[in-house]
């Protein structure tokens, strides 16, 4: 393993912003593995620290097959992170909507383009990301529609399900659609988990990645095979919401089946304690995502549904 | 009139409310005409906050004028203009990069949606943004290439300083204006002043040339002044200035004035060492129309777009 400082950044009041990277083997740059890029995202850093851990253990062992490059960042935004914020502290801006970036630019258009300038040319890219919207997902692979992404690949993580979607124009300036445009395999991984650390999904999120790399040719490694993944367009994901607004109360888990006209979330008054909505299920299939906070606006999105494919 | 465009329930009590103050003419007849006013998209944008209000009072006092539809709506992001918060309050979503949106979407696309749906079928959309609390801009009208010849005369009749003709970025199309523009309601996008702040002489200047705009689409017909003739520019004559250096930013030159190639802008200091980090110098002889604001940069920041050109 080789540590380095791939970006780094001046500051008056703090320390400098440094990224590192962990570059593992020796040859092609076969693939690169980036954590969080928001200030809120641990466990995505979490799951490329176990990652790092792994694969050093791996390089101890004769585990890297010769020929092939990894590098590991497990966190990029982490001057955010130490403060509390999601985005970049200064400006309020998003990392990962500044790419592929500009070094004579804006401060985050230039730690993008620092990042990419090191990311880019890896044959395969994977991202571990989070969502807008705070919830739980069953973990998954998630893939844009550029007309680059190739399914069959992100198959080969093992994780139950593989997601499509068709990019839009604030997506054009992400890490994953820029990876695709210059030509890498780019995935982004969810686990279902954010500003929390859950145990369980990372260690399945750091299995699907060394299975990843083992199906690539990049790693020995004995892994278990995994899931044969489902590939679902997002479009096709059934959304539910709260047509009440209060204290939230959710009665279903992420990977729940669950079957129509099932009782899926509460609404309460927030002074009475009364049930004022009960939000049914509109079809049978399984939980994909499940909104997690204590409060809901009244048409907030709180479930996506997978419909049930064979009846 | 005071009208509910949309309306969404907040968990405790309270209701989201975004809405505008329909004002019409009581002799229109015909084909009546409709012009909308919107801002306060970004929350921490005031600016418009007053032209509203200018436009509103001067509407209201010499009502007789007024012979088309006349809308107008302070704060599309209401609970962002209460909070001093830029984007939308819960989501840590820039509300210009969401439209047209989608009536089933998360909630800011179903607002946004209602939005659309609002304004659709007016004639005209001005849409009023002050920069951000880092930047001072000057009173200026913002199109893209593609739109420029649809918007232009439009521009010149606004009482504005400058129009910024801009090259298309697919991150764009996400904005208000663009998806107006999409659907045919020609929307001109103003900067001007600095977030956080009103600057009455700019709010003023911009209220008369409304309505010279107004007056020049058939709906208003009292008095007006003549529009000051803007300067017009494109991507290419814009010099940019941006900080190599984190520090306290000072600047040497004023807002709006002219200068050389190689003058300084300002410069950049270390409070804990006393030390200058860095002069800042003008890329070429203009006219400083993007001054920074905010002191304190970190190494990118912007401190200054320098329009090229001789100007008196
Ligand atoms: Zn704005």
Redesign the pocket.
């Known amino acids: 393993m080789r540590k380095e400082v791939i970006y780094q950044l001046g500051n008056t009041y703090r320390d400098d912003l440094r990224i590192y990277g962990y570059h593992f083997g020796k040859g092609e740059k076969s693939a690169c593995i980036v954590g969080s890029m928001r200030g809120n995202e641990v466990q995505q850093m979490y799951v490329c620290s176990q990652l790092v851990k792994a694969l050093k253990e791996l390089e101890g062992h004769g585990g890297f097959v010769p020929g092939s490059e990894i590098l590991v960042i497990p966190s990029v935004n982490h001057f955010s992170m130490n403060i509390g914020k999601r985005f970049w502290a200064v400006d309020n801006t998003d990392i990962n909507r500044m790419f592929p970036g500009y070094d004579q630019g804006e401060t985050t258009q230039r730690i993008a383009a620092g990042v990419f300038d090191v990311v880019q040319h890896y044959s395969c890219g994977i991202q571990f990301t989070s969502f807008y919207m705070p919830g739980d997902f069953i973990p998954h692979v998630r893939m844009m529609e550029t007309g680059f992404q190739k399914p069959s690949l992100a198959n080969l993580f093992g994780l139950p399900y593989v997601v499509i979607r068709k990019p839009r124009p604030v997506d054009t300036t992400t890490l994953n659609y820029n990876w695709q445009i210059w030509d890498t395999n780019a995935f982004s991984v969810y686990t279902n988990a954010t500003d929390r650390i859950d145990q369980v999904s990372a260690g399945q999120a750091v299995a699907s990645v060394l299975r990843f790399l083992t199906r690539m040719g990049f790693l020995r490694y004995t892994s278990h095979s995994g899931y044969i993944a489902t590939v679902v367009r997002e479009d096709d994901l059934k959304n539910v919401k709260s047509d009440a607004a209060g204290i939230y109360r959710r009665l279903v888990e992420p990977g729940q089946e669950v079957k129509k006209g099932e009782v899926l979330a509460e609404v309460l008054d927030p002074h009475e304690g009364d049930v004022v909505s009960r939000i049914l299920s509109p079809e049978r299939g399984i939980i994909f995502f499940a909104y997690a906070q204590p409060l809901v606006m009244e048409r907030a999105i709180i479930f996506k549904i997978i419909k049930r494919l064979h009846q | 009139m005071i009208k509910t465009v949309v309306s969404v329930g907040l968990p405790v009590d309270e209701k989201l409310r975004i809405r505008k103050q329909t004002m019409e003419g009581p002799e229109a007849k015909g084909e009546k005409k409709r012009i909308c006013i919107v801002t306060g998209?970004?929350g921490d944008?005031l600016e418009g906050q007053y032209v509203c209000y200018e436009l509103g009072r001067r509407l209201k006092e010499q009502k007789e004028h007024l012979k088309g539809i006349v809308d107008i709506y302070p704060a599309l992001n209401p609970l962002g203009v209460d909070s001093i918060t830029r984007g939308i309050p819960m989501f840590d979503l820039d509300m210009?990069r969401i439209f047209p949106g989608n009536e089933d979407g998360p909630v800011p696309e179903y607002v946004a949606s209602r939005i659309i749906e609002d304004i659709k079928g007016a004639d005209l959309c001005i849409d009023i943004?002050?920069?951000?609390i880092f930047l001072r801009e000057i009173p200026q009208v913002r199109i893209s290439e593609m739109t420029a010849k649809a918007l232009l005369p439009y521009a010149k009749k606004l009482n504005i300083d400058y129009v910024w003709i801009h090259g298309a970025a697919t991150v764009l199309e996400a904005t208000l204006a663009h998806s107006l523009n999409m659907i045919g309601v020609p929307t001109l996008v103003v900067?001007m002043g600095v977030g956080m702040r009103i600057t009455l002489e700019y709010g003023r200047q911009l209220a008369d040339g409304i309505f010279c705009l107004m007056k020049e689409l058939g709906i208003w017909d009292g008095d007006v002044i003549r529009p000051k003739k803007p300067i017009i520019s494109t991507d290419g004559q814009v010099g940019f200035v941006n900080a190599n250096h984190s520090g306290i930013f000072i600047p040497h030159v004023d807002h709006w004035e002219s200068i050389r190639k190689g003058e300084t802008i300002g410069e950049i200091l270390n409070p804990l060492e006393g030390k200058v980090e860095e002069n800042l110098y003008s890329p070429c002889d203009g006219m400083v129309f993007t001054l920074r604001e905010y002191p304190i940069v970190n190494s990118g920041s912007l401190i200054a777009r320098v329009l090229g050109g001789e100007f008196h």
């Open positions: 998209t970004h944008e210009n943004h002050a920069s951000n900067e």
